[in-house]
């Protein structure tokens, strides 16, 4: 495998990282611009198995997108809406412990994935009486939630500072927040795709301000649509420098632009397989102080993510159950996949299946029974 390497137009690159040698800039856009993916491949699969063996983590979790309404509408989003638009809605704390009640008793999921858009009217109370209500409904279940996009428009709607608004949300019951909001920190990006979404500075400084709390989080990269590879690789960099003063990430997840229903639908070019596992390699490469990579098989399918499990990620998942961001994008993949599935997939790929929280500590369950989603 070496000698594959060694013939490798980015064999110095990857040689370099297998050493243990940070790379630059300059090495993350030329392995973006070679189409060498088993190579890169093959080097990320080594650097995640010294990180982790065999050990595949994956998640009993569910999703909850508690309102669709947001005054960003991001090009290409294709889940928000504007209040009284067809299809627009809001749940209620009773309708989020209900959908919540709903597969407990099979799936005994271990966290709540909690996201949505950035309602201009619903009070501070609001969010504050969802962590309260699910906390007492579910002691033991991780609460993760609420972008750094949304956290700084409570912020901004509770008059408070953005670690003010956290600490109110943690005393609530906020376990950790999702790594959504991030897509591409580039300025030329956003000013084109999401004007009206906050800079990636901003996103980065509420991260930092969580990290500083105890606060983990998640990050995430949108990627294929008009980003550039030396912005892909730009973000991941800047990404990288603030785990190396915080150390609060627990996992990059790249997330797979799906273009259907969206304003950017005129690009109409979803990403290749080898884009899609070119992305996840190369992020194991560049964020060498990142734990995990995951992938989120609901936006990168069923089949890729597999596939990906041996190109530097070592994360799948979870079991998820409802979903409506991608779907609405056109997704063709179900809403959710038994544990039984995950760990088949897992281990099919000659891995080891661990159940994970939210932490990435190894969830124990008295006896067999594995949870199931139908
Ligand atoms: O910020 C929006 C993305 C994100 C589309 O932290 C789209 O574990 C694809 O961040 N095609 C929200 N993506 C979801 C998210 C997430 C998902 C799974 C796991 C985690 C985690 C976080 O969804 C948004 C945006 O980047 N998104 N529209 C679309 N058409
Ligand atoms: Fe709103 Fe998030 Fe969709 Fe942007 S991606 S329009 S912020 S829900």
Same mark, same amino acid.
């Given at each position: 495998?070496?000698?594959? &390497?060694? *013939? ?24 973006? *611009?070679? =189409?060498?993916?088993? #190579?890169?491949? /093959?080097?990320?699969? *080594?650097?995640?198995? *010294? ?8 998640? #009993? ?10 005054? =960003? @509408? ?20 009773? +309708? ?7 597969? /407990? ?17 619903? $009070? ?16 033991? !279940? ?13 912020? %901004? ?12 949300? @943690? %005393? ?14 580039? +300025? ?14 901003? /996103?980065?400084? !509420? ?32 990404? @990288? +420098? ?22 950017? #639908? ?30 989120? /098989? ?9 596939? #990906? ?24 993949? $179900? ?10 997939? &897992? ?5 080891? $299946? ?21």
């Amino acid at each position: 495998m070496i000698e594959l &390497i060694r *013939q490798s137009d980015v064999g110095d690159i990857l040689l370099k990282a297998l050493d243990g040698d940070r790379l630059t800039f300059e090495d993350g856009a030329r392995l973006f *611009q070679s =189409n060498d993916f088993h #190579a890169i491949g /093959w080097a990320a699969d *080594q650097i995640r198995r *010294q990180k982790h063996g065999v050990n595949t983590y994956y998640i #009993a979790n569910r999703h909850i997108n508690y309102t669709d309404i947001c005054k =960003n @509408r991001c090009q290409f989003c294709a889940f928000s809406r504007s209040e009284g638009e067809p299809g627009a809605y809001v749940l209620t704390v009773d +309708e989020i412990i209900e959908k919540s009640r709903d597969l /407990w008793a099979e799936l005994r999921f271990s966290e709540l994935h909690i996201v949505g858009g950035l309602h201009p009217t619903l $009070p501070f109370s609001y969010y504050i009486e969802m962590l309260s209500a699910l906390k007492s409904e579910f002691p033991a !279940v991780h609460l993760q939630a609420f972008t750094a996009v949304e956290i700084a428009h409570l912020a %901004d709607i509770a008059k408070l500072s953005v670690s003010g608004c956290l600490s109110e949300l @943690r %005393d609530a019951g906020l376990g950790s927040l999702p790594g959504g909001g991030a897509e591409v920190f580039a +300025e030329r990006v956003r000013e084109s795709v999401c004007p009206e979404k906050m800079s990636g500075a901003e /996103w980065l400084k !509420v991260m930092r301000e969580a990290h500083k709390l105890g606060v983990r989080s998640n990050a995430t990269m949108l990627y294929g649509h008009i980003e550039t590879p030396e912005e892909k690789v730009d973000h991941l960099l800047r990404l @990288r +420098e603030l785990q190396d003063e915080t150390n609060g990430f627990l996992c990059f997840i790249p997330l797979r632009f799906h273009p259907e229903n969206t304003r950017l #639908a005129y690009l109409a070019r979803p990403t290749s397989g080898i884009e899609d596992l070119k992305t996840i390699s190369i992020s194991r490469l560049m964020l060498d102080n990142f734990p995990h990579i995951k992938v989120f /098989w609901i936006m990168l399918g069923v089949k890729t993510a597999q596939v #990906a499990l041996s190109y530097g990620a070592d994360d799948f998942d979870g079991t998820v159950v409802e979903e409506k961001i991608t779907h609405r994008a056109g997704a063709a993949t $179900p809403q959710g996949l038994a544990v039984s599935d995950i760990r088949r997939l &897992i281990e099919e790929a000659g891995l080891k $299946p661990i159940e994970r929280d939210t932490l990435y500590q190894e969830v124990k369950r008295a006896g067999s029974r594995l949870p199931a989603v139908s």
